[in-house]
């Protein structure tokens, strides 16, 4: 049975060894196997866009350099032919897919191989459980650190999908954070050391941590108003002024009686019939 040195969440460690369970760590390290699945790996990271011209695409060369016969040379086509300097490419590579597959019990194997590498070197860490109640870079660094791993290329793998740690250890160039599931053994040979999380190999996931409590708000002292600047007191109208506007609102009384002899012609109200002047003689 293989074990790992075992710490405590803040990096300290146990005296007893933590047991591995035996269906993953048996012992045996398969190479063909590895080596497939990490030449699997690459392949499938190729972009395959790299192109070379042949001398069907480079410019120029379309006629020939001399006349066939008596130069004493050697006969010549083109200038664009793959011993000329500036011809064609023979046997360049060409845009092409390079992605490759692999058996799924395959890609288990070599997996299940580096993860007992790894531990038969003693590179595997098994950590209680990694309290992050938010992202924090120093925290990972230190348990790092603590595990005597600091500038070394750690493979962090957790339990589960843990966004704080994994958030913590974006900034460091030498650590990557992974779910214990997802990674690959690529991942686990391209790492110096292996952080694996309890709960990972137990399959018992660690309760969530209890939130921390709120600082009480401490009263801050008021700010001190601003003295509102004096305004500059209004100047006073003149009184003729005033008189002239409340005589000018105000109607005359002769105004008011012109309006009222002109609103009852409009009603049409007949007017009144001037008297009959009466004739001299008594007639």
């Known amino acids: 049975m293989l074990e790992a040195p075992h710490y405590s969440s803040a990096g300290a460690r146990r005296d007893a060894g933590f047991a591995l369970p035996d269906d993953v760590f048996d012992g045996t390290v398969n190479e063909p196997v590895l080596h497939q699945a990490v030449k699997v790996f690459l392949n499938n990271q190729r972009q395959g866009t790299a192109a070379t011209k042949t001398r069907s695409f ?14 004493g040379r050697a006969r010549q086509g083109s200038t664009r032919a793959p011993h000329w300097r500036g011809g064609g490419t023979v046997f360049g590579p060409q845009p092409r897919d390079y992605r490759t597959e ?13 993860l007992n590498a790894r531990a038969r070197e003693g590179a595997l860490h098994v950590v209680e459980r990694f309290a992050f109640r938010k992202p924090k870079t120093a925290q990972l660094a230190a348990l790092l650190a603590s595990l005597e791993l600091e500038g070394r290329k750690a493979l962090v793998l957790t339990a589960g999908t843990n966004s704080n740690v994994y958030l913590s250890g974006r ?3 030498t650590v990557e954070v992974l779910p214990y599931a997802e990674a690959s053994a690529y991942d686990i040979l391209w790492s110096d050391a292996v952080v694996v999380e309890e709960g990972a190999l137990t399959g018992v996931m660690p309760e969530p941590l209890p939130e921390e409590p709120e600082a009480e708000d401490t009263p801050k002292a008021p700010k001190a108003k601003r003295a509102a600047p004096p305004k500059a007191p209004k100047a006073a109208k003149p009184a003729k002024a005033k008189a002239a506007k409340k005589s000018a609102a105000k109607p005359s009384a002769k105004a008011k009686a012109a309006k009222k002899t002109t609103a009852k ?11 009959p002047k009466k004739k001299k003689g008594g007639k």
Request: no cysteine; glycine share 10%; proline share 10%.
């Open 58 to 71: 480079v410019s120029g060369g379309n006629q020939k350099p001399w006349k066939q016969k008596g130069t």
């Open 102 to 114: 692999i058996p799924r019990k395959v890609k288990q194997l070599a997996r299940k191989s580096a």
């Open 171 to 173: 900034n460091l160039p």
């Open 265 to 275: 012609k409009a009603a049409g109200k007949p007017a009144k019939k001037a008297a």
